[in-house]
């Protein structure tokens, strides 16, 4: 009886020790992070990836999401992509990681799919400043301005006196040819920003 | 023929007259502003309120809401709340003038209406990345961890990386008696600032 335990309990004990051995220590990830930093506030960030590589787990959200920013810094937009995209499998309602993968997206300039990723940050939150200010800048860019202005709207409409919210506005409003109602925005504008020269030369602000 | 002219010429004066008080109250008004910034660069904020005062019209969301905000710095935090009360009334959807009153509400101790204004911006925005994580502060320091992790879950489902958002998880977790948890949540804080000690009595101070 005893030695059936006894023999249970070594091969309880093996399987653990095996199973340790397999996986990476805890303070070896969290040690690979902190020289990761180090590295990457010196501005290397070739080798703050490098710091991660040993315990590297395709399976860690908070590995993926340091590589896809590190290697975003590093200029190596494919593979931050790539390292985002595992995030988003992994978490998929982290507006972070969303967020974060529209950085090498615009790099790399694929508009449409940094489109995608702000709408599907505003399934989850259809009030995201961020979502909503950057869809409204893309299509004002794109001279979409009927596109723009349900974004902006309601940019602003939570943040009132933000400039660059009232600022957008107001450019999308002139653009689509209501001056009048620009006026008013770049009016406001200017009470948050009395220095700004952005209107200087319109003829209607004169 | 005569009368028509007269008119033509009383509603040219009159739309001139119009357009120029206008413009020159946008002026006084912006000008007004761009003094009392100036004044709030150099901390004298009795004097960047006072800039405002003769330009004051109470159905202006843009003064009151600066009025709020001066007379928080000012450590005015009755007259604070009471301008952003009213800009919130002017504008009911701003989750800025929210997010400016709980700092007044806070300095008076009214945790009641702060945690009243979060639950009014969760209604606009319910992944309100602040509002959540302050929301389950307050709970959590009222040591009430079911509605503490309620508002977290919201937070840190989307903000999975975030110091805050996962020591908070931790404490929670930790008060509960769910001291495992916790450390996972520690764990996860630790990756993200590898320099905090803040655990250490739960993880181990080799971590």
Known sequence: ?206 | MEILNKIFFITLIFFGATYFVFSQSEINLREAFKKSYDAEYQLKYQKAIDELTEVYDASSYELNLRLGWLNYKNNRWNESVTYYKKAIAKMPMSIEAKLGIVNALAGLDKWDEIIAMYRSILKIDPYHAIANYRLALIYYNRSDFGNSWKYLKNYINVYPFDFDGNSLAGWIKYSVGKKEEAIVFFRKALLVNPYDTSFNKVVGTNK
């Open chain 1, 1 to 206: 009886m005893w030695k059936k335990t006894i023999f249970s309990l070594a091969i309880c004990t093996m399987a653990t020790v095996t199973n340790a051995q397999q996986t990476t220590p805890v303070n070896a990830v969290q040690l690979a992070f902190k020289k990761s930093y180090e590295s990457e506030y010196n501005l290397k960030y070739a080798k703050a990836i490098e710091e991660l590589t040993p315990v590297y787990d395709a399976k860690s959200y908070e590995l993926n999401l340091r590589l896809g920013w590190l290697n975003y810094l590093n200029i190596k937009y494919v593979s931050s992509i790539d390292y985002y995209k595992k995030c988003i499998e992994l978490a998929p309602k982290s507006i972070e990681a969303k967020l974060g993968l529209t950085y090498p997206l615009a790099s790399l300039e694929r508009w449409d799919e940094v489109i995608v990723q702000y709408k599907e940050i505003l399934k989850l939150d259809p009030t995201n400043m961020t979502a909503n200010f950057q869809l409204a800048l893309i299509n004002y860019n794109r001279k979409d301005y009927a596109q723009a202005l349900p974004y902006i709207t309601t940019y602003v409409t939570s943040y009132p006196f933000n400039f660059e919210g009232v600022n957008l506005m107001g450019w999308i409003h002139y653009a689509s040819g209501k001056k009048d109602v620009a006026k008013t925005y770049f009016q406001k504008a200017l009470l948050i920003n009395p220095l700004s020269k952005n209107y200087e030369l319109l003829p209607e602000m004169k």
